[in-house]
């Protein structure tokens, strides 16, 4: 009986024991699936002794793994957040959508044209027309003109993204290249303006002397000589501008040291007095106070004052005042040349400091100018972190304002408020 009563027990423990086994197994098997899962380093089963340290083997993989995978992310994010940094810093506007079109992200470049207005919303009209345009899957270009104020153009690219199979989103680009069009249009009206002004006395003088070796009558030959000697300084003063004009925009750093102003203007007066006598026009030049000074290169504010002063009287009415006036407000002194001529039409304004842009060619080619007096002017002032302007009024002349740095020295007088507000409003 007891031994009946030992098997059975016996039996029950047994059955008990492999039905432990096959729940271990069962799980274990559970946990490898779930761990294959997770990743690719796999669990070794036969160290693990129960269920309790098989469930701490997991945790102490997904704690692991997730810790990987925590730092994988933070890698990620921070490669997200540096190719975002440098996306935002190129100055073109950059716009990325997924398949689906919907906008994943812009730049603030490109911010602008989702609020703007006019020209802007005309440019963000064009960006959607690119993403619907790249569906097919071929890049495409295309340039957009917007006539302003102020005159724009822009060049939109725009570029399927993808494994090469399908499209996964497109990004545009929006390059603004006004810019270098303008830049583009300057040199190319440098070229031809340069090859006028050169072939024009060169010609001249060719036709000349072939005039003067057929003459025998000596009266002629002197006239004709002195239009050769004329000509031959038109052709002189078009290379000194180009060489001056030159020198100015490869000194960008030039030295600086305080000038007083009246030092200037007295040397750019001693440059065009010849020219000045020639026309009967006076220069006064009483309001340049000596206490005023500015920091800068003399050489280049004598050339700029000079040829202000030069462009003062060669369109100037003979017999009239051209004026130079200074003062100072603390942080700049102002030199003014006033003029009483032609004056300048509204439409010309804009463009009178471009280089060989002239408003009159016509007395241009009688007073002998090249065009390139006032763009010397321009880059002197910019050389020297200054201005230049102009304000006109046609047929009563013309005020030409350089603005530059005050030097050292602090003025002690000079035009007052007043005086120097109706000097001003005169021109207005």
Not at 18 to 35: C, H, I, K, M, P
Request: hydrophobic letters at 40%; proline letters at 3%; charged letters at 30%.
């Amino acid at each position: 009986m007891w031994v009946t009563a030992a098997v059975a027990v016996a039996v029950v423990l047994t059955a008990v024991l492999v039905a432990a086994l096959v729940v271990r197994r069962s799980l274990v098997e559970r946990l490898e699936g779930v761990l294959s899962r997770l990743g690719p380093e796999p669990v070794d089963t036969a160290e693990i002794p129960d269920a309790r340290s098989a469930l701490q083997a997991v945790l102490a993989a997904l704690e692991s793994r997730a810790e990987a995978g925590a730092e994988q992310l933070a890698e990620a994010r921070a490669s997200m957040s540096r190719s975002a940094g440098a996306i935002e810093a190129i100055p073109q506007g950059v716009v990325i959508c997924d398949e689906s079109g919907r906008e994943m992200f812009r730049n603030q470049a490109a911010v602008a044209y989702v609020r703007g207005r006019h020209g802007e919303a005309v440019v963000e009209q064009a960006v959607q027309e690119q993403f619907h345009a790249v569906e097919g899957g071929e890049p495409q270009r295309r340039t957009l003109e917007i006539y302003g104020p102020p005159r724009r153009v822009l060049v939109l690219s725009a570029f399927p993204l993808g494994d090469g199979e399908r499209v996964g989103g497109a990004v545009v680009v929006v390059d603004d290249v006004s810019e270098r069009r303008r830049l583009e249009a300057i040199r190319r009206d440098f070229v031809a303006n340069i090859s006028h002004e050169l072939k024009t006395p060169v010609g001249a003088l060719g036709l000349l002397a072939d005039t003067i070796a057929a003459e025998n009558d000596t009266a002629v030959v002197r006239r004709l000589a002195e239009r050769m000697t004329g000509e031959a300084f038109r052709v002189g003063r078009i290379i000194d501008d180009l060489l001056d004009l030159s020198r100015i925009e490869g000194e960008e750093s030039a030295t600086r040291a305080p000038v007083p102003v009246h030092v200037v203007v007295t040397e750019a007066i001693e440059r065009v007095r010849p020219l000045a006598q020639a026309r009967g026009i006076s220069l006064d030049s009483d309001e340049v106070l000596r206490s005023h000074t500015v920091n800068g290169d003399q050489r280049q504010l004598v050339s700029a004052v000079a040829n202000l002063l030069d462009n003062a009287c060669k369109y100037s009415d003979g017999g009239s005042t051209v004026e130079v006036r200074s003062w100072d407000d603390g942080d700049f002194v102002e030199i003014e040349v006033r003029d009483h001529g032609i004056g300048i039409p509204g439409r010309d304004l804009e463009r009178v400091f471009e280089r060989f842009y002239r408003v009159d060619r016509a007395r241009s080619r009688e007073t002998g100018g090249t065009g390139l007096g006032l763009a010397i002017v321009r880059h002197v002032a910019t050389n020297h972190e200054g201005d230049v302007r102009v304000a006109s009024r046609e047929g009563d002349g013309s005020v030409f304002t350089l603005r530059l740095l005050a030097g050292s020295r602090p003025a002690t007088n000079g035009l007052t408020g007043t005086s120097r507000r109706k000097f001003r409003a005169e021109m207005s």
